[in-house]
């Protein structure tokens, strides 16, 4: 057998077996291009609004520094108490 024989041969089954393959690589397109929209938050969340949120915390903490530094004692001190409450707001 010549080597363009084997070549032509082995293009044919690899040929089959693509088409084969064809419509599961769709599904993952598909299922990736699904996923663009999550991304678009992800990257609006990490560059833009964490940041903000983050300003606004900063800004807050400064108005108030005796508070805030009261909270994060207390914080400390009885962290149960902290995730006890959060939990309730997270609840209601």
Excluded: C, T
């Excluded at 077996?17 to 599961?24: H, I, S, T």
């Amino acid at each position: 057998m010549k080597i363009h024989e084997v070549i032509d041969q082995d293009s044919d089954a690899n040929y089959d077996e693509l088409v084969e393959e064809l419509p599961q690589w769709q599904e993952e397109l598909d299922r990736l291009q699904k996923l663009r929209p999550v991304l678009s938050n992800h990257d609006s969340l990490k560059v833009k609004e964490i940041p903000a949120l983050q300003d606004q915390i900063k800004e807050q903490e400064s108005l108030h520094p005796d508070i805030s530094s009261e909270v994060e004692e207390v914080g400390s001190l009885y962290p149960s108490l902290i995730l006890q409450h959060s939990d309730s707001f997270l609840d209601s």
